[in-house]
Each structure stands twice: as C-alpha cells, then as structure tokens.
C-alpha cells in the first residue's frame, strides 16, 4: 500500500502511520534500526528502496528516504508512506524537499527516527567527503558509502581514508568478503610459508580492487603492487608469492575463480559479483566500527604501482606478489568498480 502525502508536515506523517497501524496493523512493529537513505534522483530512490526492502526481512527497520525536489520552489514537503508488500518488513517514508527545505534534510528526518534504535544512513549514490560531518551522518551509529557509484571511484575510496571516522564504511568493500575469505582460506593450507609479496590486478577505477591490496599490505606487511588492466570489471587477480610458488586467484569473467597453489590442485571457487541487496544486509548485521576497514583504508598508503596490463593474460604475468598468511601487511595496488 502506498499513501501520497503532498504538502504535508512530518507531524502529519506521524499522525498517518499511527493511524494505519491502529486500523489495519499494516506497520512493522518489531523495527530493530531506522535506515536513513539519502537519494538523488528517482532512479536511485526506487532501486535503493528494493534493496532496503529485501534487506528488511532479515533487519526489519523503518526506512526513512530523503529526496531533493527544485530548490528554486516553494518550501513544501511531499510525503509518502508505504507499508505492506510495497515495503518488505518495514514501514517506508518518502520525504521529498523543496526550496530551502532540501538543505534541511536532518530537521525532516529527526521527528521520524523510531526511538531507541540504532540509527544507519546509506548513501546511495554521490556521499559527501566526510559523511561522519555530514547532517544526515551525524545522526547515524553507522554510515554506508558506496565509492562505485562516485565520478571518479579511486578518489572517493582514498579520500575515505582520510576522513574516516569509526562507524563508517563503504560498499566497495563489503563487495570483497568472498575474496577475503578464499584467500585467508588458501593460507590455512601447507605448505605453511610467508608472503613475501604480493599483487593485487583489476580495473583501473575499481575501489575495490584499491581495498583488497590495501587491507593486503596492511595486514601481511609486505610489498604490495596495484596492477591496473582493462582485461575485465572489477578485480581480476591476486598472487600472493611465498618461497615455495606462488597462490593466485584469477576470476576473468566476474562470476567464477581458479585457485592455484603449490602442492594442492587447481580449485573453481564462486566469486560472483555481490548485489547491492547482499551487500547492505552484512552491513546491517554488525553496526560496530569496521575496524578491519579502517585498517584497509591505512594500507592504501603502503601500495605501489605495477605494470598495466592490456588483454587476456595469465593470472601471473606482469605482476610481482606479496606474502600473505592472514593479512598482515604488504604493499598492493588494486582496482574494482563492481568488484
């Protein structure tokens, strides 16, 4: 069910969700966070009202979406509420600010935010530079970014690393669990060496490929090269080079993986692009600060650049790796748009 609401007050809001609870008990009542989202455009506003939606039936929350109508029109708010299967397992409110209100967006939200609840807000699209500063951020325990959806990935992921603030993180990097996971995996196998150096191949602007080597060089401290390639989306391959042969894990095609290592076969392993949906419920589940990401942010610092590499190619070629054993340090350079 969708209620349109022009011109409308956030009291009179309230008043709205309160009485559709009371008559038809449409609304979610066992809301565990208020997810504020701050949207661009309608595009943006529907697909990351879906995505709320589905993460909803395992986080049910009130999710509260801020819209910039035309500054130059009256001040005016235009509400909608949606509730029911227009709004998964919580109950959604549209704000949609004219004129001087669209720069008032925390003065809108704040009489909306169910009380005693975590409070997350989710930047779809374009976030500002240092979201914990931002109006919206401050009201929030957790803050998601997504340096994918910036005009230029690479900047926004390595200015996130100097204005970090603990309860921040970013899309791009919940994109690399599976990667992280298969390569912590690799290292639990023999023969049980160092890394002594690793590398890290991807898309010239892939921010997760950025964050791979940096949480590489962070954690496995050893030298780390960020190779650049337009073979493929996202992040292609990693090496990780210990005295016996190296471990490589190459994915070409954006879906399926080949883990090579010495003394064990070859193994397919699933690395298929996360969808936003997924992505923003393992964020849902933990709003403690991401230390590990705070971490990744430190090591991009610690990368140096490798040879570009244009084409097909094996995992190997054109790249010098780093030690890994669980991450530990190390320098690498990488790049992922999608991931």
Excluded at 157 to 166: A, C, D, K, L, P
């Amino acid at each position: 069910m969708i209620i349109d609401l022009p011109s409308t007050t956030t009291s009179q809001l309230n008043r709205k969700i309160v009485e559709i609870r009371e008559r038809g008990g449409a609304v979610a009542l066992g809301r565990v966070l208020t997810l504020v989202i701050a949207a661009e455009d309608d595009e943006q506003l529907e697909a990351s009202i879906d995505a709320a939606n589905e993460a909803s039936r395992e986080h049910p929350s009130r999710v509260i979406v801020v819209a910039k109508g035309a500054r130059t029109a009256a001040p005016r708010i235009d509400g909608q509420i949606r509730v029911g299967g227009d709004a998964g397992a919580s109950d959604v409110i549209v704000l949609r600010l004219y004129g001087p209100l669209a720069n008032q967006g925390r003065s809108a939200v704040v009489p909306l935010l169910l009380p005693d609840t975590p409070i997350v807000t989710w930047w779809p699209g374009r976030a500002p530079a240092a979201p914990a500063g931002d109006q919206l951020g401050q009201l929030a325990q957790r803050r998601i970014t997504d340096s994918a959806a910036q005009s230029n990935p690479i900047r926004a992921i390595r200015g996130r690393s100097r204005t970090y603030s603990e309860g921040d993180t970013d899309l791009a990097w919940t994109r690399l669990t599976n990667w992280r996971a298969q390569l912590v995996s690799a290292l639990d196998l023999p023969p049980f060496e160092p890394v002594t150096s690793a590398s890290v191949t991807g898309e010239a602007d892939s921010p997760s490929t950025e964050l791979l080597a940096g949480w590489l060089a962070e954690y496995l401290r050893v030298p780390v090269r960020r190779v650049k390639t337009t073979e493929a989306e996202g992040i292609v391959s990693v090496s990780l080079d210990r005295p016996s042969g190296p471990i490589e894990l190459y994915r070409p095609d954006g879906r399926t993986g080949t883990l090579t290592q010495p003394t064990q076969p070859p193994r397919r392993v699933g690395l298929q692009r996360r969808t936003t949906r997924d992505c923003l419920i393992e964020e849902l589940r933990n709003l403690d600060p991401d230390e590990v990401y705070e971490a990744a942010l430190r090591g991009l610092g610690k990368l140096s650049p490798g040879r570009s590499r244009r084409g097909k190619g094996t995992p190997g070629d054109g790249e010098s790796g780093t030690s890994a054993g669980a991450p530990s340090g190390g320098r690498t350079t990488t790049t992922t748009k999608r991931r």
